[in-house]
Nanobody, 121 residues
Framework: QVQLVESGGGDVQPGGSLRLSCAAS????????MGWYRQAPGKQREFVAS????????TVAASVKGRFTISRDNAKDTVYLQMNSLNSEDTAIYYC??????????????WGQGTQVTVSS
């Protein structure tokens, strides 16, 4: 079954906004962290933002600080990424990431399929 369902990507002009959503299946237990990574053309995948469901603590990459905000709805196991003041450098495939704790193996990463964000004029 699909464990992470992403939505909200699309095309936007510079200066515009988008909100990404990622819903985790209830089959994923003991989620410790939810967040976003992105991969731009010709570049490696990079960290964007993360949030801890337990206390809501957030971490945001310097490249998007002040423009992007991450939030969550614990009841729905959903994480959001509000992206404002978008520019061409934000063009990338955005991947949802969940870190769950397995009692035997420790942290386990679960990845979404990715959603395309294209910023162009």
């Amino acid at each position: 079954q699909v464990q992470l369902v992403e939505s909200g990507g699309g095309d936007v002009q510079p200066g515009g906004s988008l909100r990404l959503s990622c819903a985790a299946s209830r089959s994923i237990f003991d989620i410790r962290q939810m967040g976003w990574y992105r991969q731009a053309p010709g570049k490696q995948r990079e960290f964007v933002a993360s949030i801890t469901p337990g206390d809501g603590t957030t971490t945001v990459a310097a490249s998007v600080k002040g423009r992007f905000t991450i939030s969550r709805d614990n009841a729905k196991d959903t994480v959001y990424l509000q992206m404002n003041s978008l520019n061409s450098e934000d063009t990338a495939i955005y991947y949802c990431n969940v870190v769950a704790h397995n009692q035997r193996k420790g942290p386990v990463n679960v990845w979404g399929q990715g959603t395309q964000v294209t910023v162009s004029s």
